[in-house]
């Protein structure tokens, strides 16, 4: 009896040092997204030019993004930058790592977004007066974020996930606890267990909340 | 930029004889993995459209938890947590059999979305000239559905690639790991950690332009066949 009510005091005092990595989790998750809205807005913006370089910009931008592993990225930015005299917390690097990366990702989210809608949208925006950049905020914006509502929130789920792999540049989240636990307490099955039971309790009511939207959209279109 | 190529031009012949079997050793995570998932995910998506309600069960269940848990989660699963109960697998196994298990559910969506894609009638035609439930699937949906899938399937490939390198985590002798070996020995982060993404960014964009051809020639053949 007495040896399970320890087991169980082992188990709480994991998840509360846990829980605080999910804390730090989130906040990654927080910055990385805006980063990343931020960045693939830009994308958006700069592969619907009409200047052909300014295209071969962005389909740079995207593919260097997309072949290159977070990782990799990662480590350029907190490692590699210091040979070069920038110095980055590991939680900046890590939002600004996983942010750039993400760019590419909505980048082409976004851009699907506004092709989805018929041209004849802005037209009859045009016509009836609005100017282009209001045509944009009021008729083709708030379609098109219909449409990548789904697939936004797909996305912030995959960098939810993702923020484990700071743990590589000592970010103090889930995984980064996880392991200090397990060179503490060797019990490596619960605790590895523990922080994948946490990252599904963050996600998985993201990702219902990912299918209803996307029923959503099928029944709105 | 002169001076920041000289630095490889001074170590590569130091370098290469490590980074070319980490770069065999990423290609063969990749390949395992990516054949486990293809079984896996087409496990499945048959068990997903089962009329067995347990077998649907599982297979959504399955589906669910592994898209919510993070594959550096499933990694350390496979490799660390496993041992407890007397399961020791190498770490090249282990990163195969992770990834896989991680991957399997995404590929099972992709293929499980390439089968309800297909209209009803088609199963239905095929059983009414006799085929059997079995035949129908291997001779009539499955050669549709494979055309649906292929671009997104391909996809994989990629994300497949990159995510090999969070094998780095349980020290699988890849590329990433490497890459970190070579660094505490010579002290040149930037130029490693350029140097290991130059090597999955030469891997990655032939299979992104294929990727990108094969959508664009699958997609004409859809349309017309409408």
């Known amino acids: ?221 | 930029m002169i001076e920041f190529l000289s630095v490889y031009a001074e170590h590569w012949s130091a370098w290469w004889p490590q980074i070319l079997p980490a770069v065999g050793v990423t290609l063969g995570l990749t390949a395992g993995a990516y054949a486990l998932s293809v079984l896996l995910g087409l496990g499945l998506a048959v068990g997903r459209l089962s009329r067995v309600r347990p077998v649907r069960w599982f297979a959504s269940a399955y589906v669910e938890v592994a898209r919510s848990v993070p594959a550096l989660a499933i990694l350390f699963l496979v490799y660390f947590g496993l041992v407890p109960l007397g399961l020791t697998l190498d770490a090249f196994t282990a990163g195969v059999v992770g990834l896989a298990l991680c991957h399997g559910a995404y590929m099972g969506e992709v293929f499980r979305g390439g089968l309800e894609a297909l209209h009803k009638g088609q199963r239905e035609a095929a059983l009414a000239v006799g085929m059997t439930p079995r035949d129908a699937f291997r001779f009539i949906l499955l050669p549709q559905a494979t055309r649906i899938v292929l671009p997104p399937a391909l996809n994989m490939l990629i994300v497949l690639l990159r995510d090999t390198s969070l094998c780095y985590f349980i020290t699988t002798p890849e590329l990433m790991l490497t890459a970190r070996d070579l660094t505490s020995t010579y002290f040149l982060p930037l130029h490693l950690y350029v140097l290991a993404g130059a090597i999955y960014f030469a891997i990655a964009f032939p299979l992104s332009l294929a990727t990108r051809r094969i959508s664009r020639r699958m997609s004409r053949g859809l349309r017309q066949s409408v």
């Open chain 1, 1 to 221: 009896m007495t040896d399970l009510t320890a087991q169980a005091e082992q188990i709480a005092h994991f998840s509360a040092v846990l829980l605080r990595g999910a804390v730090t989790a989130v906040e990654i998750t927080l910055g990385a997204l805006l980063v990343a809205i931020l960045s693939g807005l830009l994308v958006a913006l700069v592969k619907s030019s009409r200047s052909r370089l300014a295209r071969a910009v962005a389909d740079v931008y995207i593919e260097v993004f997309r072949g290159i592993p977070p990782l990799a990225q990662l480590f350029i930015i907190y490692f590699g930058l210091t040979y070069v005299g920038v110095e980055l917390s590991s939680i900046t690097a890590a939002i600004v790592g996983l942010g750039l990366n993400g760019g590419a990702v909505l980048g082409e989210v976004f851009l699907s977004g506004v092709a989805a809608l018929h041209y004849g949208q802005r037209e009859a925006a045009l016509a009836v007066g609005l100017t282009p950049l209001k045509s944009m905020r009021f008729i083709i914006l708030p379609q098109a974020l219909r449409i990548t509502l789904p697939p936004l929130t797909n996305y912030a789920i995959n960098l939810l996930k993702e923020t484990s792999i700071v743990a590589a540049i000592a970010a103090p989240e889930i995984m980064f606890y996880a392991r200090n636990l397990t060179t503490e307490t060797f019990q490596t099955a619960t605790i590895y267990l523990l922080a994948a039971i946490l990252y599904f309790m963050l996600c998985f009511p993201l990702n219902r909340l990912a299918s209803r939207l996307e029923r959503a959209r099928a029944a709105w279109r």
